[in-house]
């Protein structure tokens, strides 16, 4: 569970609960701005089994005015889409990172104060079969 601090707007949580791929930034703690841009790393696992990328969904949503509001699950609701489109991670020289892209989003202008939420919906096929997965974090 990652939680960020918003400057006039309470605290971020975003959590990471799949396999597929994970938020490594913000880190929690992070503090931003409504209506600022931040830029979200999602992480994908180095794997041996094969996989195609298909796409990534970023979105934001408003969990409540209390720091201790709880935020439903991803899997159930992403909120306002921040990114939808490709996903394309890399392993960077340099870096002791597994792969990972960078994505620059804007907070919502209109974010209330309070606990926010960012979620990620990860799509993939996977193995020689091409099995379809679907992850949230």
């Known amino acids: 569970m990652k939680v960020l601090n918003l400057l006039s707007l309470g605290a971020l949580l975003a959590t990471a609960f799949a396999q597929g791929a994970d938020i490594g930034a913000p ?3 992070s503090t931003v701005r409504r209506g600022s841009k931040i830029i979200v790393e999602i992480d994908r696992p180095d794997t ?3 996989s195609t990328e298909i796409a990534i969904v970023i979105g934001f949503l408003f969990c409540g005015q209390s720091l201790t509001s709880q935020c ?6 992403l909120g306002t ?3 939808n489109g490709n996903y394309t991670p890399e392993f960077h ?7 990972h892209q960078n994505f620059t989003v804007k907070v919502p202008s209109s974010a209330s104060l309070g606990k926010a939420q960012l979620g990620v919906a990860h799509f993939s096929l996977v193995g020689v079969s091409f099995r379809s997965t679907q992850s949230f974090a």
């Open 81 to 83: 889409i921040l990114y």
């Open 72 to 77: 439903p699950p991803p899997s159930e609701i």
């Open 27 to 29: 880190a929690d703690g």
């Open 48 to 50: 041996l089994t094969g």
């Open 93 to 99: 020289t340099g870096v002791m990172k597994p792969p």
